[in-house]
């Protein structure tokens, strides 16, 4: 199983970016998939989560600003991220199931 984060960059504050996560070699999709940032000296957090029931939820952080979705094959994952605030900025982490994809780093300049 391989999972595949992309979409990550450099953005103005009050911007907006789509994270994108997709599956490889998976013979069915993942019960739930979330998307996990670290921000430099600081823990990894979970900051969005999507069940195979497409319900989801959000941390306190940033409810109302991401999206977090999937696409019909329920092998790609999304997270829209609007109204970015330099804070978003941070390594952001896929994980479906116990596997983690390889980080993307969002950037949000002031």
């Known amino acids: 199983v391989q999972l595949q984060a992309s979409g990550g960059g450099l953005v103005q504050a009050g911007g907006s970016l789509r994270l994108s996560c997709t599956a490889y070699?998976?013979?069915?999709?993942?019960?739930?998939v979330a998307w996990y940032r670290q921000a430099p000296g600081k823990e990894r957090e979970e900051v969005a989560k999507?069940?195979?029931?497409?319900?989801?939820s959000y941390a306190d952080s940033v409810r109302g600003r991401f999206t977090i979705s999937r696409d019909n094959a329920g092998k790609t994952w999304y997270l829209q991220m609007n109204s970015l605030k330099p804070e978003d900025t941070a390594v952001y982490y896929c994980k479906g199931g116990s596997f983690w994809g390889r980080g993307t780093l969002v950037t949000v300049s002031s």
């Open positions: 999507i069940t195979s029931g497409s319900v989801t």
């Open positions: 070699f998976i013979s069915r999709s993942f019960n739930a």
